[in-house]
């Protein structure tokens, strides 16, 4: 297990750490600005689209029933195929109704700035059909444990948008936008082949390609079609709340003063740098094995494996939210405050930066324990469990950006975010069994907890009143 979560987090953290530069130097060059969000908008569409798929519903669901199923290579071409035409049909409705959509997503533009952006929503959508190939691959690579090639792939987009930036740095900022844009294609198209070269390494390929080849066949895994879908886009919906609430959170900053976007979009991607790191990178690295525990009748096993996750992710989420709140503006300002991101731009992306953090170790632990409810295929408890999470997302944000709630801008809406996670945590923790979260969450090993985590505030805090 512990090799699994190494090869994840370094992939992780190198990608993460070519994005980081990627957004230093789009927050130098570019700076915040409305052309800054017009991109974040536009790429915001498609990489929704792609957490769901990447980060959620399909490699959730794809992974148990692949592990299930005895004809391996028609089941992975059937639905393969079944979801790159339905894919492919909503990239043709996106280039058709490219107005109608921009205005969707960002309602709170003016005329001017949506006929500006329509553009670029259509050339960024391009990327989802080659993101979701990259998707479908990676779990197959999952289902053999071999996560090094889509951990570090991600660094591939990011290359690809920093030579745009790099090349067009000294062109008009619609120009950079555009170059920007077409650096997001080709960046999926680079993650296709690097994963194609991995499926070949480990003898993978004719599994994951000879049965697109194959669709005559493909009524001998009509049941299996059947069963998969059927939890599919359940798991769509129930994998996805951060990402419907980082997108909802987008379109209602629209309606907001501008460089609200780009302070959202900043400030996120430091919260999950290591959310991916950590979370993402642990819950990777167990699923497979859990799923196949779960199938093998090997309860105790999985939750022991669940257990080592949850201390795991206890310590260094926690210890990152005490670093990142603490250091907020210091982070921000190392990072971004160059060229046309200026000291203002720094103190409102390091307030949403704070709200974010506190809900760190929330999200991250809720992530982990989801995993058991998709190990058993309880899609549709999880959907429920998502729809009352987004409901109060919603619901917090309409009360603190009300007049009521004292209109705390993008702040509110990274708060309304932290609120939701606990809520989800709560409700995931419910389905799991409070009887078993008493067996993994030892008092002696909390009290320990607790008294490291005091220990290291106060230190930080010493830190920082010492030296900066």
């Given at each position: 297990?512990?090799?699994?979560?190494?090869?994840?987090?370094?992939?992780?953290?190198?990608?993460?750490?070519?994005?980081?530069?990627?957004?230093?130097?789009?927050?130098?060059?570019?700076?915040?600005?409305?052309?800054?969000?017009?991109?974040?908008?536009?790429?915001?569409?498609?990489?929704?689209?792609?957490?769901?798929?990447?980060?959620?519903?399909?490699?959730?669901?794809?992974?148990?029933?692949?592990?299930?199923?005895?004809?391996?290579?028609?089941?992975?071409?059937?639905?393969?195929?079944?979801?790159?035409?339905?894919?492919?049909?909503?990239?043709?409705?996106?280039?058709?109704?490219?107005?109608?959509?921009?205005?969707?997503?960002?309602?709170?533009?003016?005329?001017?700035?949506?006929?500006?952006?329509?553009?670029?929503?259509?050339?960024?959508?391009?990327?989802?059909?080659?993101?979701?190939?990259?998707?479908?691959?990676?779990?197959?690579?999952?289902?053999r444990e071999h996560f090094a090639t889509t951990a570090y792939s991600t660094a591939l987009l990011n290359i690809s948008l920093i030579l745009a930036l790099i090349l067009s740095?000294?062109?008009?900022?619609?120009?950079?936008?555009?170059?920007?844009?077409?650096?997001?294609?080709?960046?999926?198209?680079?993650?296709?082949?690097?994963?194609?070269?991995?499926?070949?390494?480990?003898?993978?390929?004719?599994?994951?390609?000879?049965?697109?080849?194959?669709?005559?066949?493909?009524?001998?895994?009509?049941?299996?079609?059947?069963?998969?879908?059927?939890?599919?886009?359940?798991?769509?919906?129930?994998?996805?709340?951060?990402?419907?609430?980082?997108?909802?959170?987008?379109?209602?900053?629209?309606?907001?003063?501008?460089?609200?976007?780009?302070?959202?979009?900043?400030?996120?991607?430091?919260?999950?740098?290591?959310?991916?790191?950590?979370?993402?990178?642990?819950?990777?690295?167990?699923?497979?094995?859990?799923?196949?525990?779960?199938?093998?009748?090997?309860?105790?096993?999985?939750?022991?494996?669940?257990?080592?996750?949850?201390?795991?992710?206890?310590?260094?989420?926690?210890?990152?939210?005490?670093?990142?709140?603490?250091?907020?503006?210091?982070?921000?300002?190392?990072?971004?405050?160059?060229?046309?991101?200026?000291?203002?731009?720094?103190?409102?992306?390091?307030?949403?930066?704070?709200?974010?953090?506190l809900g760190l170790t929330i999200y991250g632990i809720a992530k982990l324990f989801s995993l058991w409810l998709y190990a058993y295929e309880q899609a549709i408890t999880t959907?429920?469990?998502?729809?009352?999470?987004?409901?109060?997302?919603?619901?917090?944000?309409?009360?603190?950006?009300?007049?009521?709630?004292?209109?705390?801008?993008?702040?509110?809406?990274?708060?309304?975010?932290?609120?939701?996670?606990?809520?989800?945590?709560?409700?995931?923790?419910?389905?799991?069994?409070?009887?078993?979260?008493?067996?993994?969450?030892?008092?002696?090993?909390?009290?320990?907890?607790?008294?490291?985590?005091?220990?290291?505030?106060?230190?930080?805090?010493?830190?920082?009143?010492?030296?900066?």
């Open positions: 297990m512990f090799r699994a979560i190494f090869s994840n987090s370094s992939g992780i953290l190198f990608s993460r750490i070519t994005g980081l530069i990627r957004d230093m130097m789009t927050a130098s060059i570019l700076g915040v600005n409305i052309y800054s969000d017009i991109f974040f908008i536009a790429f915001q569409l498609p990489n929704l689209f792609r957490r769901i798929f990447g980060e959620g519903a399909f490699s959730q669901t794809f992974i148990p029933a692949f592990t299930r199923v005895k004809q391996k290579i028609l089941f992975s071409g059937s639905i393969f195929t079944k979801l790159s035409i339905s894919i492919l049909f909503l990239t043709m409705l996106i280039y058709i109704f490219d107005k109608e959509v921009t205005m969707a997503i960002a309602s709170g533009f003016s005329e001017q700035t949506i006929e500006d952006a329509k553009i670029f929503v259509v050339i960024n959508f391009l990327y989802l059909p080659l993101i979701f190939i990259v998707t479908y691959l990676a779990s197959i690579l999952q289902y740095k000294d062109l008009s900022e619609r120009e950079i936008v555009f170059a920007l844009s077409y650096g997001v294609v080709l960046g999926g198209i680079s993650q296709i082949i690097a994963h194609l070269i991995a499926l070949k390494m480990v003898n993978m390929d004719r599994v994951a390609l000879w049965g697109i080849l194959k669709w005559r066949r493909y009524r001998e895994v009509k049941e299996e079609n059947r069963l998969f879908f059927d939890k599919f886009f359940l798991s769509m919906w129930g994998g996805s709340t951060a990402q419907i609430s980082s997108f909802l959170d987008t379109v209602i900053a629209s309606f907001l003063s501008t460089g609200a976007i780009s302070y959202l979009y900043f400030a996120n991607r430091i919260f999950q740098f290591p959310l991916a790191i950590f979370a993402l990178a642990v819950s990777m690295a167990i699923f497979p094995r859990i799923s196949k525990y779960i199938k093998q009748k090997k309860e105790a096993v999985a939750i022991s494996m669940l257990e080592k996750g949850f201390w795991i992710l206890m310590y260094l989420l926690s210890i990152s939210t005490a670093i990142g709140v603490i250091f907020s503006e210091e982070i921000i300002k190392m990072l971004f405050e160059r060229g046309n991101f200026d000291i203002n731009n720094r103190i409102e992306t390091a307030k949403v930066l704070e709200y974010y953090l959907a429920k469990i998502s729809t009352y999470s987004l409901i109060l997302k919603v619901i917090f944000s309409a009360l603190f950006l009300s007049s009521y709630g004292g209109s705390m801008g993008a702040s509110g809406l990274a708060l309304s975010t932290t609120l939701s996670s606990l809520a989800l945590l709560v409700f995931t923790f419910n389905e799991f069994g409070w009887d078993k979260i008493y067996k993994i969450v030892k008092t002696v090993e909390i009290i320990r907890f607790v008294i490291i985590l005091i220990l290291l505030i106060l230190s930080l805090e010493l830190i920082k009143q010492s030296y900066l």
